[in-house]
């Protein structure tokens, strides 16, 4: 299921280093701008760049790796947060802070575009579901174990080592991408030029974009919701910041568990038998979490949104393997990317509106609403353009 070489050192032992960099530099961001001069509003808006340089960075980096290969896309994108974590250690004020770690964002999106293109290329359709769902678990537990990783570098030096040690991860991603050589019958381990540009990928497949990528934007929005809503729903209720933080853990706990049995189960019977009931989860627990007025309630809720979460772990990604036609998949990919990242970065704007528009409540209530649209719009889509939605459509495409 997954062979040693190719993926697990190729792709998942690489992606679980690089993430625990990532992890380890997240929660410390927002307090080194504080520390360079910056007030509560501008660390706040120095945190959020990194997901907005994953944005900026999706089209760009579906035509890099289309262009030199998702092998050597890899090594530039480590090479390059090496650089960006380099510039947050050593920044001496907000603007060099700012591009360093725009760098880091746009260095994750080359990184995750091309190891999902890689992985897409190497990895057999009826399988592909497993592979890629436990590539999304590696990626949580990277993210879930950097941040104890940066607390323990810290606690023995300053908010500073935590940046070196994310340079140690990307650097040492980088070497075992290189010392792993690639299969010879992997098209995309070499250079090659872009079949097509992104522009006409986009114009020829517009129609999946314009009904799939808007499903797929949806589900990124009630999932990057998720990220949003506990802390302040937590602090709406005035909880100790300590509680909400072992609430956000338990719940982050309870999402890896499924990422591996989502997988088979979408290998096995489709799609939909996945994604569906992942956001009708999310959905009902977004919906149930404003009537959660106390600590036990609103740790079911969390646990609920969790597993969710946790069984929608790959869908996308597979997905977008799925749809994404041979021959160009790091363009198409790009563009995909840019509609999960942009539901991503959409869902906690959705539910911060709601609270300074007076009602946290609301807010929440419309992503879950959302969740339900969400599913919906996978119902409706993934059949027309997946032949792996179910058993019914891969009988009638005679698999």
Request: aromatic letters at 6%; one cysteine or more; a positive charge.
């Amino acid at each position: 299921m997954f062979p040693l070489r190719t993926v697990v050192l190729g792709a998942f032992v690489p992606s679980l280093v690089f993430e625990i960099g990532i992890g380890a530099m997240l929660p410390i961001v927002a307090i080194t701008a504080t520390g360079l001069g910056a007030s509560l509003a501008m660390a706040g808006v120095m945190a959020a760049l990194v997901p907005v340089g994953q944005l900026l960075a999706d089209v760009p980096a579906g035509a890099l790796a289309a262009r030199v290969g998702d092998r050597r896309a890899m090594l530039l994108a480590g090479a390059v947060a090496a650089v960006g974590f380099i510039g947050c250690a050593l920044a001496p004020g907000l603007p060099m802070l700012a591009v360093s770690v725009l760098l880091i964002g746009a260095a994750s999106a080359v990184f995750n575009l091309a190891r999902h293109a890689y992985l897409t290329e190497i990895t057999p359709p009826l399988r592909r579901a497993r592979v890629l769902s436990t590539l999304a678990g590696v990626h949580r537990i990277g993210l879930f174990v950097g941040p104890f990783a940066g607390a323990a570098v810290i606690h023995g030096g300053d908010v500073q080592t935590a940046y070196w040690l994310a340079l140690g991860t990307s650097l040492a991603a980088t070497v075992l991408i290189a010392a792993v050589p690639p299969e010879r019958r992997v098209a995309t381990s070499g250079p090659r030029a872009p079949a097509r540009s992104m522009r006409s990928v986009l114009i020829e497949h517009r129609r999946v974009f314009t009904t799939l990528g808007v499903a797929v934007l949806l589900v990124g929005a009630v999932r990057g919701a998720r990220q949003t809503v506990l802390p302040l729903w937590g602090e709406h209720l005035g909880l100790d910041p300590a509680v909400t933080s072992v609430i956000f853990g338990v719940a982050g706990a309870a999402d890896m568990l499924l990422f591996y049995p989502a997988g088979k189960v979408m290998d096995a019977l489709g799609r939909l038998w996945i994604g569906v009931p992942a956001m009708l989860t999310m959905g009902v627990a977004l919906a149930l979490l404003p009537f959660a007025t106390t600590v036990a309630a609103v740790t079911w809720v969390a646990v609920l949104l969790g597993l969710g979460n946790g069984m929608s772990s790959g869908i996308l990604m597979t997905l977008g393997a799925d749809t994404a036609p041979e021959g160009e998949r790091s363009q198409f990919l790009g563009i995909w990317r840019m509609f999960q990242d942009g539901g991503a970065a959409v869902g906690p704007l959705v539910v911060a509106g709601g609270a300074a528009l007076g009602s946290l409540a609301a807010g929440i209530w419309v992503m879950g609403g959302g969740g339900l649209v969400a599913a919906a719009g996978l119902s409706r889509s993934v059949p027309r353009w997946s032949v792996h939605a179910n058993r019914t459509t891969r009988r009638r495409a005679g698999l």
